[in-house]
Protein backbone atom coordinates (compact mmCIF):
# COMPACT_ATOMS: atom_id res chain seq x y z
CA UNK A 1 0.00 0.00 0.00
CA UNK A 2 3.17 2.51 0.40
CA UNK A 3 4.13 2.24 -2.82
CA UNK A 4 0.93 2.76 -4.53
CA UNK A 5 0.76 5.90 -2.48
CA UNK A 6 4.22 6.80 -3.59
CA UNK A 7 3.28 6.61 -7.46
CA UNK A 8 1.75 9.79 -9.19
CA UNK A 9 -1.87 9.30 -10.36
CA UNK A 10 -0.97 10.06 -13.85
CA UNK A 11 0.66 6.58 -13.80
CA UNK A 12 -1.46 5.05 -10.74
CA UNK A 13 -4.69 5.24 -12.68
CA UNK A 14 -3.42 3.64 -16.40
CA UNK A 15 -1.65 1.07 -14.27
CA UNK A 16 -4.94 0.07 -12.18
CA UNK A 17 -6.78 0.69 -15.31
CA UNK A 18 -4.71 -2.52 -17.12
CA UNK A 19 -4.90 -4.43 -14.25
CA UNK A 20 -8.53 -4.66 -14.21
CA UNK A 21 -8.46 -5.37 -17.77
CA UNK A 22 -6.23 -8.29 -17.45
CA UNK A 23 -8.20 -9.68 -15.05
CA UNK A 24 -11.16 -9.29 -16.80
CA UNK A 25 -10.16 -10.36 -19.83
CA UNK A 26 -8.09 -13.45 -18.42
CA UNK A 27 -9.63 -16.53 -20.16
CA UNK A 28 -11.36 -19.02 -18.15
CA UNK A 29 -10.23 -22.71 -17.68
CA UNK A 30 -13.54 -24.81 -19.66
CA UNK A 31 -13.28 -28.32 -18.56
CA UNK A 32 -14.70 -31.24 -20.53
CA UNK A 33 -16.35 -33.50 -18.71
CA UNK A 34 -15.02 -37.19 -19.60
CA UNK A 35 -16.30 -39.95 -21.32
CA UNK A 36 -19.05 -40.33 -23.74
CA UNK A 37 -20.83 -37.21 -25.29
CA UNK A 38 -23.48 -37.73 -28.11
CA UNK A 39 -22.64 -34.94 -29.73
CA UNK A 40 -24.98 -34.35 -32.86
CA UNK A 41 -28.64 -34.64 -33.16
CA UNK A 42 -29.56 -35.91 -36.78
CA UNK A 43 -32.54 -34.36 -38.17
CA UNK A 44 -35.92 -36.19 -37.65
CA UNK A 45 -37.68 -38.74 -39.45
CA UNK A 46 -41.19 -38.29 -40.06
CA UNK A 47 -43.32 -38.25 -36.59
CA UNK A 48 -43.04 -41.59 -35.65
CA UNK A 49 -40.60 -44.06 -34.23
CA UNK A 50 -37.57 -45.28 -35.06
CA UNK A 51 -37.25 -49.07 -34.44
CA UNK A 52 -33.93 -49.62 -35.70
CA UNK A 53 -30.88 -48.20 -37.35
CA UNK A 54 -27.82 -49.98 -38.64
CA UNK A 55 -24.20 -49.37 -39.97
CA UNK A 56 -23.11 -50.30 -43.17
CA UNK A 57 -19.47 -52.15 -41.86
CA UNK A 58 -17.50 -51.09 -44.84
CA UNK A 59 -18.67 -47.50 -45.43
CA UNK A 60 -20.10 -46.64 -41.48
CA UNK A 61 -21.29 -43.38 -43.45
CA UNK A 62 -24.18 -45.59 -44.92
CA UNK A 63 -26.76 -45.86 -42.85
CA UNK A 64 -30.97 -47.30 -42.11
CA UNK A 65 -33.30 -46.10 -39.62
CA UNK A 66 -36.35 -48.71 -39.68
CA UNK A 67 -39.39 -46.43 -39.08
CA UNK A 68 -43.21 -46.48 -39.04
CA UNK A 69 -43.25 -44.89 -42.02
CA UNK A 70 -40.45 -47.43 -43.47
CA UNK A 71 -36.66 -47.24 -44.47
CA UNK A 72 -34.49 -43.91 -44.00
CA UNK A 73 -31.51 -44.29 -46.02
CA UNK A 74 -28.30 -41.93 -45.81
CA UNK A 75 -24.87 -42.05 -46.93
CA UNK A 76 -23.45 -38.91 -45.93
CA UNK A 77 -23.13 -39.93 -42.35
CA UNK A 78 -26.45 -38.96 -41.48
CA UNK A 79 -26.63 -35.07 -42.36
CA UNK A 80 -29.24 -36.01 -44.96
CA UNK A 81 -31.41 -38.94 -45.31
CA UNK A 82 -34.02 -40.06 -47.83
CA UNK A 83 -36.98 -42.18 -47.52
CA UNK A 84 -36.11 -45.02 -49.57
CA UNK A 85 -39.02 -47.66 -48.25
CA UNK A 86 -41.91 -46.60 -47.94
CA UNK A 87 -45.42 -47.94 -46.51
CA UNK A 88 -44.48 -50.54 -43.83
CA UNK A 89 -43.48 -50.69 -40.15
CA UNK A 90 -39.84 -51.91 -39.74
CA UNK A 91 -38.13 -53.46 -37.03
CA UNK A 92 -35.40 -54.76 -37.92
CA UNK A 93 -32.21 -53.40 -40.71
CA UNK A 94 -29.07 -55.01 -41.39
CA UNK A 95 -26.36 -55.17 -43.80
CA UNK A 96 -25.15 -58.82 -44.98
CA UNK A 97 -21.53 -60.26 -43.35
CA UNK A 98 -20.92 -61.47 -46.64
CA UNK A 99 -21.44 -58.74 -48.68
CA UNK A 100 -21.73 -54.99 -47.07
CA UNK A 101 -23.17 -53.61 -49.70
CA UNK A 102 -26.32 -56.06 -49.48
CA UNK A 103 -28.96 -54.57 -46.68
CA UNK A 104 -32.09 -56.82 -45.66
CA UNK A 105 -35.36 -55.36 -43.61
CA UNK A 106 -37.82 -57.26 -41.44
CA UNK A 107 -41.22 -55.27 -41.77
CA UNK A 108 -44.39 -55.43 -39.27
CA UNK A 109 -46.52 -58.41 -41.46
CA UNK A 110 -45.07 -57.67 -44.99
CA UNK A 111 -42.10 -59.60 -45.15
CA UNK A 112 -38.32 -58.95 -46.00
CA UNK A 113 -37.15 -56.36 -48.27
CA UNK A 114 -33.74 -56.68 -49.54
CA UNK A 115 -31.18 -53.64 -51.13
CA UNK A 116 -28.22 -54.06 -53.55
CA UNK A 117 -26.94 -51.28 -53.42
CA UNK A 118 -26.76 -50.18 -49.03
CA UNK A 119 -29.90 -49.15 -48.97
CA UNK A 120 -31.06 -46.86 -51.71
CA UNK A 121 -33.46 -49.14 -53.30
CA UNK A 122 -35.11 -51.94 -52.03
CA UNK A 123 -37.46 -55.26 -53.82
CA UNK A 124 -39.38 -58.24 -52.07
CA UNK A 125 -37.12 -61.40 -50.26
CA UNK A 126 -39.96 -63.18 -48.99
CA UNK A 127 -39.94 -66.43 -51.31
CA UNK A 128 -40.76 -69.51 -48.69
CA UNK A 129 -40.64 -67.03 -45.69
CA UNK A 130 -43.55 -68.65 -43.67
CA UNK A 131 -44.35 -65.44 -41.34
CA UNK A 132 -44.00 -61.95 -42.78
CA UNK A 133 -43.69 -60.47 -39.28
CA UNK A 134 -39.90 -60.00 -39.29
CA UNK A 135 -39.20 -58.96 -35.63
CA UNK A 136 -34.99 -59.55 -35.77
CA UNK A 137 -32.32 -60.65 -38.33
CA UNK A 138 -28.64 -62.15 -37.82
CA UNK A 139 -26.08 -62.06 -40.47
CA UNK A 140 -23.50 -65.22 -41.05
CA UNK A 141 -20.69 -66.64 -43.02
CA UNK A 142 -23.28 -69.28 -43.78
CA UNK A 143 -26.45 -67.72 -44.49
CA UNK A 144 -29.33 -65.24 -42.82
CA UNK A 145 -31.43 -65.65 -40.29
CA UNK A 146 -34.86 -63.70 -39.46
CA UNK A 147 -36.85 -63.95 -36.09
CA UNK A 148 -40.63 -64.10 -36.54
CA UNK A 149 -44.07 -63.76 -34.74
CA UNK A 150 -44.02 -67.99 -35.32
CA UNK A 151 -40.74 -69.10 -35.42
CA UNK A 152 -37.38 -68.56 -37.37
CA UNK A 153 -36.75 -68.68 -40.73
CA UNK A 154 -33.07 -69.17 -42.58
CA UNK A 155 -31.84 -68.39 -45.79
CA UNK A 156 -28.56 -68.76 -47.87
CA UNK A 157 -28.70 -66.06 -49.44
CA UNK A 158 -31.78 -63.48 -47.42
CA UNK A 159 -34.17 -64.50 -50.61
CA UNK A 160 -35.27 -67.51 -50.73
CA UNK A 161 -36.54 -68.97 -47.16
CA UNK A 162 -37.23 -72.18 -45.30
CA UNK A 163 -38.89 -72.59 -41.94
CA UNK A 164 -36.02 -73.45 -39.38
CA UNK A 165 -38.36 -74.21 -36.22
CA UNK A 166 -39.48 -72.74 -33.00
CA UNK A 167 -43.19 -72.55 -34.67
CA UNK A 168 -44.91 -72.23 -31.46
CA UNK A 169 -42.96 -68.94 -30.54
CA UNK A 170 -42.42 -65.41 -31.01
CA UNK A 171 -39.38 -65.22 -31.32
CA UNK A 172 -38.31 -61.45 -30.95
CA UNK A 173 -34.11 -61.74 -30.78
CA UNK A 174 -31.55 -64.02 -32.89
CA UNK A 175 -27.70 -63.88 -33.01
CA UNK A 176 -25.30 -66.41 -34.73
CA UNK A 177 -23.37 -67.95 -31.81
CA UNK A 178 -20.83 -69.70 -33.93
CA UNK A 179 -20.31 -69.74 -37.81
CA UNK A 180 -17.49 -72.64 -37.57
CA UNK A 181 -17.42 -75.35 -36.82
CA UNK A 182 -20.98 -75.19 -37.64
CA UNK A 183 -23.59 -72.83 -38.05
CA UNK A 184 -25.50 -72.18 -34.52
CA UNK A 185 -27.80 -69.85 -33.73
CA UNK A 186 -29.56 -68.14 -30.35
CA UNK A 187 -33.08 -67.04 -30.35
CA UNK A 188 -34.92 -65.80 -27.89
CA UNK A 189 -39.19 -65.26 -27.22
CA UNK A 190 -41.36 -63.14 -25.79
CA UNK A 191 -44.26 -65.44 -26.76
CA UNK A 192 -45.67 -68.54 -27.09
CA UNK A 193 -45.61 -71.48 -25.13
CA UNK A 194 -42.75 -69.91 -22.64
CA UNK A 195 -43.36 -72.56 -19.61
CA UNK A 196 -40.28 -74.51 -21.04
CA UNK A 197 -38.11 -71.68 -21.54
CA UNK A 198 -37.47 -68.88 -23.75
CA UNK A 199 -33.92 -68.90 -24.70
CA UNK A 200 -33.22 -71.37 -27.43
CA UNK A 201 -30.05 -72.66 -29.47
CA UNK A 202 -30.04 -74.51 -32.91
CA UNK A 203 -28.56 -78.24 -32.95
CA UNK A 204 -29.15 -78.55 -37.08
CA UNK A 205 -31.68 -79.81 -38.61
CA UNK A 206 -34.45 -77.71 -37.49
CA UNK A 207 -33.89 -79.07 -33.58
CA UNK A 208 -33.60 -76.31 -30.87
CA UNK A 209 -32.35 -76.85 -27.35
CA UNK A 210 -34.02 -74.79 -24.13
CA UNK A 211 -31.22 -72.94 -22.28
CA UNK A 212 -31.21 -72.49 -18.68
CA UNK A 213 -28.60 -72.53 -16.87
CA UNK A 214 -27.95 -69.30 -15.05
CA UNK A 215 -31.05 -67.51 -16.86
CA UNK A 216 -34.16 -66.16 -14.32
CA UNK A 217 -37.37 -68.60 -14.94
CA UNK A 218 -40.87 -66.82 -16.53
CA UNK A 219 -38.67 -64.24 -18.25
CA UNK A 220 -38.81 -63.09 -21.82
CA UNK A 221 -36.02 -61.93 -24.63
CA UNK A 222 -35.78 -58.77 -26.04
CA UNK A 223 -32.50 -58.61 -27.75
CA UNK A 224 -29.40 -60.56 -28.47
CA UNK A 225 -25.88 -60.13 -29.28
CA UNK A 226 -22.98 -62.21 -30.66
CA UNK A 227 -19.31 -60.23 -30.16
CA UNK A 228 -16.14 -60.82 -32.41
CA UNK A 229 -13.50 -63.38 -31.28
CA UNK A 230 -9.63 -62.25 -30.75
CA UNK A 231 -7.00 -64.71 -29.02
CA UNK A 232 -8.09 -64.35 -25.53
CA UNK A 233 -11.69 -65.17 -26.57
CA UNK A 234 -12.03 -68.39 -28.41
CA UNK A 235 -15.81 -68.64 -28.68
CA UNK A 236 -18.42 -65.50 -29.62
CA UNK A 237 -19.52 -64.04 -26.77
CA UNK A 238 -23.36 -63.60 -26.09
CA UNK A 239 -25.30 -61.18 -24.57
CA UNK A 240 -29.53 -61.31 -23.53
CA UNK A 241 -31.51 -58.52 -22.75
CA UNK A 242 -34.19 -60.10 -20.58
CA UNK A 243 -37.36 -58.74 -19.00
CA UNK A 244 -35.17 -59.80 -15.66
CA UNK A 245 -31.85 -58.01 -16.34
CA UNK A 246 -28.66 -58.69 -19.08
CA UNK A 247 -26.73 -61.80 -18.75
CA UNK A 248 -23.86 -62.92 -20.88
CA UNK A 249 -22.10 -66.33 -22.12
CA UNK A 250 -19.12 -66.83 -22.89
CA UNK A 251 -19.54 -70.87 -23.56
CA UNK A 252 -21.48 -70.04 -26.58
CA UNK A 253 -24.99 -69.67 -24.65
CA UNK A 254 -24.22 -73.14 -22.39
CA UNK A 255 -24.42 -71.12 -19.28
CA UNK A 256 -25.04 -67.58 -18.45
CA UNK A 257 -24.30 -65.04 -15.67
CA UNK A 258 -26.11 -62.00 -15.16
CA UNK A 259 -24.12 -58.81 -15.46
CA UNK A 260 -24.17 -56.02 -13.06
CA UNK A 261 -24.34 -52.44 -12.65
CA UNK A 262 -27.83 -52.43 -14.51
CA UNK A 263 -30.34 -51.54 -11.47
CA UNK A 264 -33.70 -53.65 -11.27
CA UNK A 265 -35.52 -50.65 -12.19
CA UNK A 266 -34.13 -50.37 -15.47
CA UNK A 267 -35.46 -53.29 -18.38
CA UNK A 268 -32.74 -53.06 -21.03
CA UNK A 269 -34.20 -53.84 -23.89
CA UNK A 270 -31.40 -53.56 -26.57
CA UNK A 271 -27.67 -55.12 -26.56
CA UNK A 272 -24.91 -55.00 -28.92
CA UNK A 273 -21.28 -56.11 -28.93
CA UNK A 274 -18.64 -53.69 -31.25
CA UNK A 275 -17.92 -55.31 -34.43
CA UNK A 276 -14.20 -54.88 -33.59
CA UNK A 277 -14.41 -55.31 -29.59
CA UNK A 278 -15.46 -58.71 -27.79
CA UNK A 279 -14.80 -57.20 -24.68
CA UNK A 280 -16.66 -53.59 -25.70
CA UNK A 281 -20.63 -53.65 -25.27
CA UNK A 282 -23.27 -51.56 -24.80
CA UNK A 283 -27.05 -51.46 -23.56
CA UNK A 284 -29.99 -49.38 -23.85
CA UNK A 285 -33.26 -49.19 -22.25
CA UNK A 286 -36.58 -47.67 -23.87
CA UNK A 287 -38.53 -47.39 -20.75
CA UNK A 288 -41.56 -49.32 -22.17
CA UNK A 289 -42.39 -45.97 -23.73
CA UNK A 290 -42.86 -44.08 -20.87
CA UNK A 291 -40.19 -41.82 -19.31
CA UNK A 292 -37.10 -42.76 -18.39
CA UNK A 293 -35.08 -44.79 -20.71
CA UNK A 294 -30.96 -45.00 -20.40
CA UNK A 295 -27.83 -46.02 -22.34
CA UNK A 296 -25.13 -47.77 -20.61
CA UNK A 297 -21.48 -49.32 -21.87
CA UNK A 298 -19.40 -52.41 -20.79
CA UNK A 299 -15.35 -52.50 -21.22
CA UNK A 300 -15.42 -56.32 -19.85
CA UNK A 301 -17.36 -57.98 -22.32
CA UNK A 302 -20.71 -57.10 -20.58
CA UNK A 303 -19.99 -58.52 -17.15
CA UNK A 304 -20.51 -54.80 -15.80
CA UNK A 305 -22.21 -52.25 -17.01
CA UNK A 306 -21.87 -48.47 -16.49
CA UNK A 307 -24.17 -45.30 -17.43
CA UNK A 308 -23.40 -43.82 -20.49
CA UNK A 309 -25.62 -41.29 -21.40
CA UNK A 310 -23.70 -37.79 -21.03
CA UNK A 311 -25.27 -35.69 -23.72
CA UNK A 312 -28.54 -37.25 -24.00
CA UNK A 313 -31.72 -35.25 -23.27
CA UNK A 314 -32.62 -35.36 -19.69
CA UNK A 315 -35.69 -36.87 -18.51
CA UNK A 316 -36.40 -39.31 -21.28
CA UNK A 317 -34.16 -40.53 -23.23
CA UNK A 318 -35.79 -43.63 -23.82
CA UNK A 319 -32.88 -45.45 -26.62
CA UNK A 320 -35.01 -47.74 -28.78
CA UNK A 321 -32.20 -49.22 -31.08
CA UNK A 322 -28.32 -48.83 -31.24
CA UNK A 323 -26.18 -49.38 -34.21
CA UNK A 324 -21.87 -49.58 -33.67
CA UNK A 325 -19.77 -48.56 -36.63
CA UNK A 326 -16.54 -51.03 -37.69
CA UNK A 327 -14.79 -48.01 -36.86
CA UNK A 328 -11.46 -47.07 -34.36
CA UNK A 329 -12.91 -45.08 -32.61
CA UNK A 330 -16.55 -46.25 -32.23
CA UNK A 331 -19.17 -44.27 -34.53
CA UNK A 332 -22.01 -45.26 -32.35
CA UNK A 333 -26.15 -44.12 -33.99
CA UNK A 334 -28.51 -44.22 -31.28
CA UNK A 335 -31.99 -44.04 -31.88
CA UNK A 336 -34.81 -42.48 -29.09
CA UNK A 337 -38.05 -42.76 -28.64
CA UNK A 338 -39.58 -40.95 -25.91
CA UNK A 339 -43.32 -40.60 -24.99
CA UNK A 340 -45.58 -38.37 -27.13
CA UNK A 341 -43.08 -36.93 -29.87
CA UNK A 342 -41.24 -38.32 -32.71
CA UNK A 343 -38.05 -40.44 -32.70
CA UNK A 344 -34.41 -39.04 -32.73
CA UNK A 345 -31.16 -39.73 -33.98
CA UNK A 346 -27.86 -39.26 -32.39
CA UNK A 347 -24.50 -39.66 -33.64
CA UNK A 348 -21.68 -39.71 -31.66
CA UNK A 349 -17.94 -40.87 -31.56
CA UNK A 350 -16.44 -42.88 -28.69
CA UNK A 351 -13.51 -41.55 -27.97
CA UNK A 352 -13.03 -42.60 -24.58
CA UNK A 353 -13.51 -46.62 -26.05
CA UNK A 354 -10.23 -48.64 -25.10
CA UNK A 355 -7.96 -49.72 -28.48
CA UNK A 356 -9.66 -52.88 -29.78
CA UNK A 357 -7.44 -56.20 -29.65
CA UNK A 358 -5.94 -57.91 -32.84
CA UNK A 359 -8.85 -60.48 -34.11
CA UNK A 360 -8.96 -63.75 -35.50
CA UNK A 361 -10.66 -65.31 -37.52
CA UNK A 362 -13.39 -67.31 -36.61
CA UNK A 363 -13.61 -69.76 -39.88
CA UNK A 364 -10.46 -71.06 -41.78
CA UNK A 365 -10.47 -68.91 -44.74
CA UNK A 366 -13.22 -66.27 -43.36
CA UNK A 367 -12.12 -62.89 -43.53
CA UNK A 368 -10.86 -60.99 -39.78
CA UNK A 369 -12.92 -57.71 -38.99
CA UNK A 370 -10.82 -54.55 -39.67
CA UNK A 371 -11.42 -51.03 -38.88
CA UNK A 372 -13.47 -48.99 -41.96
CA UNK A 373 -12.37 -45.48 -42.01
CA UNK A 374 -14.31 -43.32 -39.31
CA UNK A 375 -17.14 -41.53 -40.69
CA UNK A 376 -17.30 -37.86 -41.09
CA UNK A 377 -20.73 -36.22 -41.77
CA UNK A 378 -20.42 -33.59 -44.44
CA UNK A 379 -21.39 -30.87 -43.96
CA UNK A 380 -20.79 -31.43 -40.22
CA UNK A 381 -24.03 -31.65 -38.51
CA UNK A 382 -24.57 -28.74 -36.17
CA UNK A 383 -25.05 -29.91 -32.40
CA UNK A 384 -28.90 -29.13 -30.88
CA UNK A 385 -27.90 -28.59 -27.23
CA UNK A 386 -30.85 -29.32 -24.73
CA UNK A 387 -31.13 -25.89 -23.47
CA UNK A 388 -30.31 -22.75 -24.90
CA UNK A 389 -26.61 -21.41 -24.51
CA UNK A 390 -26.73 -18.33 -22.71
CA UNK A 391 -26.29 -15.02 -24.67
CA UNK A 392 -22.45 -14.09 -24.11
CA UNK A 393 -21.99 -11.09 -22.25
CA UNK A 394 -21.73 -7.53 -23.60
CA UNK A 395 -18.25 -6.32 -23.20
CA UNK A 396 -17.65 -3.42 -20.88
CA UNK A 397 -15.99 -0.08 -21.46
CA UNK A 398 -12.65 -1.58 -20.42
CA UNK A 399 -12.70 -5.08 -22.10
CA UNK A 400 -14.26 -3.57 -25.60
CA UNK A 401 -11.49 -0.89 -25.73
CA UNK A 402 -8.67 -3.32 -24.34
CA UNK A 403 -10.24 -5.98 -27.01
CA UNK A 404 -10.33 -3.70 -30.22
CA UNK A 405 -7.42 -1.60 -29.44
CA UNK A 406 -4.66 -4.20 -28.11
CA UNK A 407 -5.61 -8.07 -28.29
CA UNK A 408 -3.34 -8.60 -25.76
CA UNK A 409 -2.38 -12.05 -24.14
CA UNK A 410 -3.03 -11.59 -20.55
CA UNK A 411 0.87 -12.66 -19.85
CA UNK A 412 1.64 -9.38 -21.93
CA UNK A 413 -0.44 -7.39 -19.67
CA UNK A 414 0.87 -8.42 -16.55
CA UNK A 415 4.50 -7.50 -18.75
CA UNK A 416 3.60 -4.32 -19.72
CA UNK A 417 2.19 -3.58 -16.30
CA UNK A 418 6.30 -4.52 -14.47
CA UNK A 419 7.03 -2.16 -17.88
CA UNK A 420 5.69 0.69 -16.59
CA UNK A 421 6.46 0.18 -12.86
CA UNK A 422 10.33 0.19 -14.39
CA UNK A 423 9.78 3.50 -16.07
CA UNK A 424 8.08 4.79 -13.21
CA UNK A 425 11.03 4.02 -11.08
CA UNK A 426 13.61 5.11 -13.67
CA UNK A 427 11.70 8.79 -13.87
CA UNK A 428 11.01 8.91 -10.04
CA UNK A 429 15.13 8.69 -9.96
CA UNK A 430 16.00 10.82 -12.53
CA UNK A 431 13.24 13.48 -10.90
CA UNK A 432 15.11 13.44 -7.28
CA UNK A 433 18.82 13.21 -8.58
CA UNK A 434 18.51 16.02 -11.37
CA UNK A 435 15.33 18.46 -9.62
CA UNK A 436 16.01 17.70 -5.76
CA UNK A 437 19.18 17.34 -6.42
CA UNK A 438 21.41 14.02 -5.46
CA UNK A 439 21.55 12.93 -1.81
Known amino acids: MRLLRQIPRFILIPLLVLAGAAIALAPVPVGSAPGFSLGAKLPQLGKGHIWCVALDPAQPSTMLAGTD ?35 FAGTNGDGIYSSPDAGRTWQSSSTGLPNQDVRAMAFGLDGVAAATAAGVAVSPNGHSWHDAGLDGYAVS ?38 LQSGLPAE ?5 LSAGPIDAAVPKRPLLAATSKGVYRSGDGGTTWTQSA ?11 TYSPLDPSLAYAAADAGGSTGGDLFRSADSGTTFGGFDQGLPGGS ?23 GAGGALYLAIDATAPAPPALTAEAPGAPVPTAAATARPTPTPIHAPSRA ?39 RWRERYYVEGPP
Open 219 to 223: AVVSS
Open 389 to 427: APEPASASGIQGFAAAAFHWPTPLVFEILFVLVAAYAVV
Open 69 to 103: AGVYTSGDGGVTWSLTLPGPRVWTAGFDARNPALA
Open 173 to 210: AIAVAANFPQFTLIAGADGGSLNGGYLFRSTGGGAWEV
Open 317 to 339: KNVESLAVGATNPPTLLAALDPP
Open 261 to 271: GITDQVTATFV
